[in-house]
């Protein structure tokens, strides 16, 4: 098991698991009924060439979240983000980053009143830095995409120095470390999900 992920209204579980050979390239999604344990999909896909874990950082792991309105299950892989349909179980769109340099899926974060998702990429490992032991403050740099995924559309993109933590309930606001802050402490910063500003 990789992740999981309660509906929002908390009767249904989903879960995401692959298999334990670093040789098999692909992910499982099931949902089921909490109260039943009644299975309501189980849902097998592939997701293309495993990277071997020397090549990201030890913290990376694909994950999913439901969407707001429980129409969605919405999943990172090694590679991409991808959209199921939860009424039929298909996957109804990918999403792969605009930024050649950051294209590796890290983070997805979604609304809680609305079906907008902040999708986060970054690099996998410098090779000078492989086998060498690996944290945030090595590579921190990540481009960010804010995307309505029940239509598609991307509706802003823009750069941070660490992976966003959070996303307020309406999609508007995101929580970002700020490692250049004014103090030797962390500073979080509040920025406009849109443009990525303070």
């Known amino acids: 098991i990789q992740a999981f992920d309660l509906s ?30 009644k299975g309501l ?8 060439t495993r990277p071997d874990l020397q090549q990201l950082p030890p ?10 309105d429980q129409r969605f299950l919405v999943v990172q892989d090694w590679a991409n983000v991808r959209v199921v349909n939860l009424s039929d179980s298909q996957v109804e769109r ?19 009143n609305n079906d907008l998702f ?16 690996f944290n945030d403050l090595v590579n921190p740099r990540v481009h960010n995409e804010l995307v309505d995924v029940s239509t598609g559309q991307r ?14 309930a309406d999609g508007k606001l995101a929580a970002v470390s700020e490692w250049e802050g004014s103090t030797p402490l962390v500073e979080i910063e509040i920025v406009d999900a849109q443009t990525g500003q303070k």
């Open 118 to 133: 902040l999708f986060t990429y970054g690099t996998d490992l410098p090779p000078r830095w492989r086998n060498k032991g």
């Open 8 to 37: 929002p209204d908390g009767r249904e579980l989903a879960v995401l698991s692959q298999s334990v050979s670093t040789h098999d390239s692909w992910l499982r999604i099931v949902v089921e009924d909490i109260e039943t344990g």
């Open 155 to 168: 509706q802003s993109s823009w750069e941070s120095m660490d992976i966003p933590q959070s996303l307020s």
């Open 59 to 68: 913290w990376y792991i694909p994950h999913l979240k439901f969407s707001a």
């Open 94 to 112: 990918t999403f792969t980053s605009t930024s050649k340099e950051l294209s590796v899926p890290f983070s997805i974060l979604g609304a809680s």
């Open 41 to 48: 999909m189980n849902l097998r896909f592939d997701t293309g």
